[in-house]
């Protein structure tokens, strides 16, 4: 079984940082992709920033330039820093992990419980 785990969220003034954290926990053969969303009330849920096994990054505009995204597969974990805040930033932000659960299986999405992130003065 698959469990992915954010934590990092919080309420923080505009301007500030948080750092987002994600864990992929289980059992499992291999993990892909990892990518942070969010969605903020009355929208859809948008993809903020993905990460490759190998380091490649992708970021919609409104956040280059303020966001990091970063991994470490020995820990099977991604960071998502957060600068700059806006309230416009403000959602509740999932974690998503392609994942192989076995040698011969299909890769599939899994998706965290998600971490409210508020900026507010």
């Known amino acids: 079984q698959v469990q992915v785990v954010e934590s990092g969220g919080g309420l923080v003034q505009p301007g500030g940082s948080l750092r987002l954290s994600c864990v992929v926990r289980g059992s499992f053969f291999s993990i892909y992709a990892m990518g942070w969303y969010r969605q903020a009330p009355g929208k859809q849920r948008e993809l903020v920033a993905g990460i490759t096994t190998g380091g490649n990054t992708n970021y919609t505009d409104s956040v280059k330039g303020r966001f990091t995204i970063s991994r470490d597969n020995a820990e099977n974990t991604t960071y998502l820093q957060m600068n700059s805040l806006t309230p416009e930033d403000t959602a509740l932000y999932y974690c998503?992990?392609?994942?192989?659960?076995?040698?011969?299986?299909?890769?599939?999405?899994?998706w965290g419980q998600g971490t409210q992130v508020t900026v507010s003065s």
């Open positions: 998503n992990a392609r994942v192989r659960v076995r040698l011969w299986g299909t890769r599939n999405n899994y």
